[in-house]
């Protein structure tokens, strides 16, 4: 099988750190700590890679933690192509509760990026779409990328006829749609923000009364763009729009470790069944399946 190309713009290292009990404004000690590459598309490909899915992860890299950034890819069999820069790569922190089940992340913002980058990636891109089976594109776009980054992968996608996933959102999203990508994989409060205007859902609540709005825009996006849509809702059930109606995939309730890299086996996972001959139901089914189980461990695979 081909590869699938994991566009990933904004890599970070993910600093994992493990407490029996976390205590605020305390001295905290641990000996379980974990360091991973990470970011959505990283994530992504890793994830297929357990699915027996070849995956290749496109991004830019630099600053002086490149090198390491690259070994841990070896590490865990993650097959990458990348821009160089001298813009640093970020790091991510979790903080893992064991006795309240919660994680805690912080986050560094993505840097700001020359606009050099633009054509160097899509130059990188333009030569691995020759050989991919699907390309899936997850995440934010840092300030320093033109506004049509995302967009343009899109079309050259569409052009040579590959599934094309989308886990994004705003501007860049509706950029993409004109493209007509296979599948858009935002979550409720991202779908509501960036095509319902709506800025007060959250993400931890189940908004059962957004599903016949959400299934008029769903619809309308199908019938505009040919584009089906896979809106998750954390804890909640997913919303699929299949091309049909907008249905229910049920959600697994599970004890809750680490929901870092959660979306990202979704997608993955949906990804890999999708290009098995699955169908979009059975492929969510599948993925959300997978992502319960991983919210049941610390580690990331």
């Not at 989308?166 to 994989?185: N, Q």
Request: hydrophobic share 35%; with cysteine.
């Amino acid at each position: 099988m081909l590869p699938v190309i994991c566009v990933c713009l904004s890599a970070t290292f993910q600093y994992t750190v493990v407490f029996d009990e976390l205590r605020m404004n305390e001295v905290n000690r641990t000996r379980v700590h974990f360091m991973n590459p990470s970011g959505k598309g990283v994530n992504v490909a890793r994830i297929l890679g357990t699915e027996h899915c070849p995956a290749r992860v496109l991004t830019h890299l630099g600053g002086p933690r490149t090198e390491e950034f690259l070994a841990l890819c070896h590490r865990d069999g993650i097959d990458i192509r990348y821009a160089p820069t001298d813009v640093p790569i970020r790091t991510s922190t979790t903080l893992v509760d064991r006795k309240s089940g919660t994680s805690t992340e912080l986050l560094e913002e993505t840097y700001e990026v020359p606009s050099s980058l633009t054509a160097s990636v899509h130059s990188i891109f333009s030569e691995e779409i020759e050989h991919c089976s699907a390309v899936v594109i997850s995440g934010s776009r840092p300030a320093g990328y033109r506004d049509d980054v995302y967009s343009r992968m899109a079309a050259l996608a569409s052009e040579h006829g590959l599934m094309t996933i989308l886990d994004m959102k705003g501007k860049d999203l509706i950029a993409c749609l004109e493209e007509r990508p296979s599948i858009i994989k935002p979550n409720l409060q991202e779908f509501a923000e960036t095509f319902l205007g709506m800025n007060s859902v959250l993400e931890n609540e189940p908004n059962e009364e957004l599903f016949h709005c959400v299934k008029e825009k769903a619809e309308e996006i199908f019938r505009r763009y040919g584009t089906k849509s896979v809106i998750t809702r954390g804890k909640f059930d997913t919303w699929v729009y299949d091309g049909e109606d907008l249905k229910t995939v049920k959600n697994i309730d599970v004890p809750v470790i680490n929901t870092i890299g959660c979306g990202d086996t979704l997608t993955a996972c949906m990804t890999a069944s999708l290009l098995r001959g699955s169908s979009l139901l059975e492929a969510v089914d599948y993925g959300m399946r997978k992502a319960t189980e991983r919210a049941s461990h610390i580690e990331l695979v």
